[in-house]
Structures are given as structure tokens and as C-alpha cells.
């Protein structure tokens, strides 16, 4: 019974291509979020939805895009991917927007 | 914009040592969170300080938040190798209620 799953795992794709990372929380939290973890482990936030409305949105590129189609899930989409997307991508849920937060298991991006 | 600095980077410590790492704001802080991520894995959360002056324990492992509230310490006791991994601090400033900033962590490793 994972808590917060994101898929796929790992996503290894060309630059200039359009690629998608889901989110899915099973906890009942109101609260979701994408963090970027780069190469010497700096976890960002990009993004924040509360009840489905977006409370926190970060200097990110408009290629970023993210999804809420309900409380439960919160997509990624991004668009023309560049070299520097490359990173880890965790999705997050919190009960509130104060609360802890609980990770999902992150999806390894790579783009060559 | 506003920043949790975190100390050291890297601590190579002989199992049975002590480890300590230290977080810093230049501002007072609302709260601050501790998480902990294993090698490969996601960041979990561990404990959040909320009163100036605060002292949390968990087994081996003591959290301090600063009287001013503008920092916080993690100190583990006689390390373990099941304690490696890197350790992140999270702060919420005063005046953003939904905003939770990362520490650039420490990276824990155990020689056995």
C-alpha cells in the first residue's frame, strides 16, 4: 500500500521531446507537491497544489506544467525537454500546506 | 531570496562517533523540519520543532531549535551504518505559511 506512487521510475528521452511524470497520494492529504532534486542534492519545490488550486509556483520554466484533475493526484507535464531537466522528481503530499510531507519514491529523469 | 544554510556538506565519521549538523536562517523561522534520505532513496520526514528552544529525542538521535528560532541542530550518538544517508533541514519563515525551504544537507557516511 504505497502512500504517494509516481510513475514511471526512470524516464530516459531524447531532448526536444514531450514527456509526462503522475502522482497519486492514497493518504486523504489536501496538499501535493513536485520537488526537482539536481545532481548535488538540492531539493526544490516547483510546485504546490492545494484542494486542487495552485498555491506555490516557483520560478520554473512554462515547459513545466503541472496537473491537478483532483485531491489525489497531481501530474507533470513537461515540454520540449532540455539537457538541464535532467534530476530526480519527487512528488510530495502533506495534510495541510504545513504539514510533513510524504515522498514518493521519485522518477529519474534523463535527457540526452 | 530567502535561505536555510546547512553544515557540514559531507561528515565521514568511524561507526560509534557522534555526528552533528547544524541549520541556519538569517530571518526567524516558523517552524523547521528534519528528513532524512537513504542512498537511492526519497527524503522521510523525521521531526518537526516548533517552540523557540525546543529539544526533541528520538532514540539516539536529539533536535534542537535555537532560542531566536534562526537555527537548529541534529545530533546523532554513537553513529551506526544504518544512519547514513543525508539528512535535510526544512524551514517555514514567519511571513510564508505554505512555503517550506530546504537545507542543502548533509551527507552522512559510516565506516564500519
Known amino acids: 500500500d504505497t502512500a504517494v506512487s509516481q510513475t514511471p521510475k526512470y524516464l530516459v528521452t531524447q531532448m526536444g521531446n514531450d514527456k509526462s511524470i503522475k502522482c497519486e497520494q492514497n493518504l486523504g492529504h489536501d496538499t501535493m507537491y513536485w520537488y526537482k532534486q539536481d545532481s548535488k542534492k538540492f531539493l526544490k519545490i516547483m510546485f504546490s497544489y492545494n484542494n486542487k488550486e495552485l498555491i506555490i509556483n516557483e520560478t520554473v520554466p512554462n515547459r513545466f506544467s503541472p496537473k491537478s484533475p483532483d485531491k489525489a493526484h497531481l501530474n507533470l507535464h513537461i515540454n520540449s525537454l532540455e539537457l538541464g531537466d535532467s534530476a530526480v522528481y519527487f512528488c510530495?503530499?502533506?495534510?495541510?500546506?504545513?504539514?510533513?510531507?510524504?515522498f514518493g519514491s521519485g522518477t529519474r529523469l534523463t535527457v540526452v | 531570496g530567502q535561505q536555510v544554510m546547512q553544515i557540514p556538506q559531507y561528515q565521514h565519521v568511524q561507526e560509534g562517533e557522534d555526528f552533528t549538523t547544524y541549520c541556519n536562517s538569517s530571518t526567524t523561522l516558523s517552524n523547521i523540519q528534519w528528513y532524512k534520505q537513504r542512498p537511492g532513496g526519497h527524503p522521510v520526514f523525521l521531526i518537526q520543532l516548533v517552540k523557540s528552544g525546543e529539544v526533541k529525542k528520538q532514540k539516539r538521535l536529539t533536535f534542537q531549535f535555537g532560542e531566536a528560532k534562526k537555527n537548529s541542530s541534529l545530533h546523532i550518538t554513537a553513529t551506526q551504518t544504518t544512519d547514513v544517508g543525508t539528512y535535510f533541514c526544512?524551514?517555514?519563515?514567519?511571513?510564508?505559511?505554505?512555503?517550506?525551504?530546504f537545507g542543502s544537507g548533509t551527507r552522512l557516511l559510516v565506516r564500519p
Open positions: 526544512a524551514g517555514r519563515w514567519m511571513d510564508s505559511s505554505y512555503k517550506l525551504i
Open positions: 510530495a503530499s502533506s495534510q495541510t500546506p504545513q504539514g510533513s510531507r510524504t
